[in-house]
């Protein structure tokens, strides 16, 4: 029973080639379809990425069951990734290159349509993106980044010295209105 468990139909070096290899291709398919992938904005997206893993399953593995091979496949995958996160911790043009730029989506207010396009997004999908960080509006917004790592970057737009003249004006009349509601009560209590 424990020989079956155990045995690798494979050679090492294949089991560990493997899961190197895709591993490699799907850092260069996510970096070539886009941070959209990574945000998961949609059930979708969320589909590709769930099956993504089923579908690469047998390549890395083979056609090999045993609990080695898993164990040699493990070793691999997160070999190859301690690997590869250093190296773009020692060198930014290479960090650049594997995970991409930012992208600018929105400033002050206005929709970059051409990123939105070159990023795959839809109007709709920013903007819920934009009320997960608590923002109503795109007018609400200086700022949206989209991350590399396809999270979301949102910076409020500050209210101008004209909009907060208007505020606390605004706050003073109804202190004002309040001040002469209870004045009239109280006359109209005495009289």
Known sequence: MFEHMFHLPLPILEKVLRPVIVYMCLVIFL????KRE???L???DLVVLL???NTVQNAMIGDDNSVSGGLIGAFSLLAINWLVVRMLLKSPKLESLFEGT???L???GRVDHKALKAELLSEQELLSAVHKQ???DFTDVAKCVLEPNGTFYIEGRKPSDDDLQQTAMLKKM????AELKAIKEQISLRG
Not at 31 to 34: A, D, K, L, P, V
Not at 174 to 177: K, L, R, T
């Open 42 to 44: 949609n059930p979708l």
């Open 102 to 104: 930012e992208r600018v």
């Open 51 to 53: 099956s993504l893993s």
């Open 106 to 108: 929105i400033r002050k």
């Open 134 to 136: 608590g923002f109503d």
């Open 38 to 40: 990574l945000a998961q």
């Open 31 to 34: 970096r070539i379809f886009g």
């Open 174 to 177: 109804d202190e004002m209105a």
